[in-house]
């Protein structure tokens, strides 16, 4: 089911890392999330400390892993919007495989998995 009148960016988002700085904080390095045309939706800034408490006022970011998956989350937002909005439609008994479908693939989305 797609949502006819929506006020965020239409899905599908996707997300990379190519290795360049973050256009928003200035972290040398962030994953992005983008729309299958290219358009900017999110940057997560990247800054990889081996000791977390050495961290000072000025630092910023995530480790890669939780950088990494939160851009996997961020980008499967839409998957998940239009799974949730499916299952609230179970109750008219449309196709229940094809829901769990949509809602396992968003997960897989969302987990990056």
């Known amino acids: 089911m797609k949502n006819e009148k929506t006020e ?3 899905g599908p988002w996707r997300m990379e890392n190519n290795g360049k ?3 928003m904080s200035g ?4 994953y992005r999330v983008l ?3 290219v358009r900017f939706v ?3 800034p990247v800054q990889d400390w081996p000791d977390t408490e050495t961290m000072n ?3 910023y970011g995530y480790s890669y892993a939780e950088a990494e998956a939160n851009a996997h989350l961020i980008a499967a937002a839409p998957d998940l919007l239009a799974a949730c909005e499916a299952i609230t439609h179970l109750a008219t008994g449309r196709n229940v ?3 769990v479908t949509k809602a396992r693939a968003a997960i897989a ?3 990056g998995k």
């Open 42 to 44: 999110a940057e997560v």
């Open 21 to 23: 700085p973050c256009a």
């Open 27 to 30: 972290a040398q390095d962030c």
């Open 109 to 111: 989305k969302a987990t």
């Open 8 to 10: 965020h960016t239409p």
């Open 97 to 99: 495989s094809e829901v």
């Open 57 to 59: 006022c000025q630092s």
């Open 35 to 37: 729309t299958d045309k």
